[in-house]
């Protein structure tokens, strides 16, 4: 059981273009599901935290505008990265924790995005 | 941000050796978690430690968390090539330490 899903698995674009990343539960409710940003051999940084049927919020320093993010359904949330750059590459990990409890999230397999 | 540092931040041993990493804060938590990401992959919890001064064993595997619940430890005994990967620390589930990078050679 709670088994988290991330398409596409990796992503090559030209730069300027827009990629659309998506995260699914498959087997439990997500009220609230995280994005994260990986950097080669760094850690995780928290993008934002996605709520089913309201806004993101962002953590300080990152783009709402750019990184656009839908938490339309319990199972699903996307992230668009807009007008893609080549410093936008790197491995994007979101995660989902089960409604309603909020103390423990299990996380996608990534996405790597490479922005040419 | 809650500042996590993690020690050390590559660290290359024998298999069959034994090993401690670290994680280290300023801020309190509720809660600390451990993970082992492999390459390409999302990371993988570990365990779960709340409670100051809990120890917690999973196989060659032990967690403690500080008494002051700032700061955790991670130690491998007998490490295997199975152990490679980077292990990461979390407070109050979101906010991820520096890792460590582990390479168990054969």
């Known amino acids: 059981g709670a088994v988290v899903s991330q398409h596409p698995s990796w992503v090559i674009c030209k730069s300027g273009t827009s990629v659309k990343i998506e995260c699914r539960s498959l087997?439990?409710?997500?009220?609230?599901m995280f994005w994260y940003r990986q950097f080669p051999k760094q850690s995780l940084m928290l993008m934002a935290t996605s709520n089913e049927g309201s806004k993101a919020t962002y953590e300080q320093g990152v783009e709402k505008d750019k990184f656009l993010i839908n938490h339309a359904s319990l199972t699903l949330s996307t992230l668009t990265v807009t007008s893609a750059h080549p410093e936008d590459s790197s491995f994007y990990i979101c995660?989902?924790?089960?409604?309603?409890?909020?103390?423990?999230?299990?996380f996608g397999p990534g996405t790597r995005l490479t922005v040419l | 941000t809650q500042l996590l540092e993690q020690s050390p931040q590559f660290l290359s041993i024998q298999e069959g050796e034994n090993l401690t990493v670290y994680c280290n804060s300023s801020?309190?938590?509720?809660?600390l978690q451990w993970y082992r990401q492999e390459p390409g992959e999302g990371p993988v919890l570990l365990v779960t430690v709340v409670t100051g001064g809990e120890v917690k064993k999973l196989k060659r595997l032990t967690f403690q968390f500080g008494d002051a619940r700032k700061d955790s430890s991670l130690h491998i005994t007998a490490a295997q090539p199975g152990d490679t990967g980077l292990y990461l620390c979390?407070?109050?589930?979101?906010?991820f330490g520096t890792g460590t990078s582990l390479t168990v050679i054969p």
């Open positions: 995660s989902a924790s089960p409604a309603p409890s909020y103390n423990e999230q299990f």
């Open positions: 801020s309190v938590f509720s809660s």
């Open positions: 087997d439990f409710q997500a009220t609230t």
């Open positions: 979390s407070g109050n589930q979101f906010y």
